[in-house]
Nanobody, 124 residues
Framework: QVQLVESGGGLVQAGGSLRLSCVASGRTLRRYVLGWFRQAPGKEREFVAAISWTGGSTYYADSVQGRFTISRDNAKNTVYLQMNTLKPEDTAVYYC?????????????????WGQGTQVTVSS
């Protein structure tokens, strides 16, 4: 079992930045793909970014490409999401997730473990 706990959410003005963190416990994340997803009210959960277990490969949704950066520190069992140039449409609950299946990191169904989420609100 893997337990994931996100932190770093909050309220920020458009154009601002936030850094989300997700700490894992229960099992090392060294062999897991880690992803960030988000879900806005009334919408489906959507892929934001993912990172391979070595950190050598990263994946981004088109909507965040160039603004968000995912990274990981396996020694600390932590994955990060640096979010810059935030927009009101980035407002959502952000979840981190882990999967041992590296073949397709995009769909939520590929992930076995989920955090409880952290709220990000971007004001205009």
């Amino acid at each position: 079992q893997v337990q994931l706990v996100e932190s770093g959410g909050g309220l920020v003005q458009a154009g601002g930045s936030l850094r989300l963190s997700c700490v894992a416990s229960g099992r090392t994340l060294r062999r897991y793909v880690l992803g960030w997803f988000r879900q806005a009210p009334g919408k489906e959960r959507e892929f934001v970014a993912a990172i391979s277990w070595t950190g050598g490969s990263t994946y981004y949704a088109d909507s965040v490409q160039g603004r968000f950066t995912i990274s990981r520190d396996n020694a600390k069992n932590t994955v990060y999401l640096q979010m810059n140039t935030l927009k009101p449409e980035d407002t959502a609950v952000y979840y981190c997730a882990a999967t041992a299946d590296w073949r397709n990191p995009y769909p939520p169904r590929a992930y076995d473990y989920w955090g409880q989420g952290t709220q990000v609100t971007v004001s205009s």
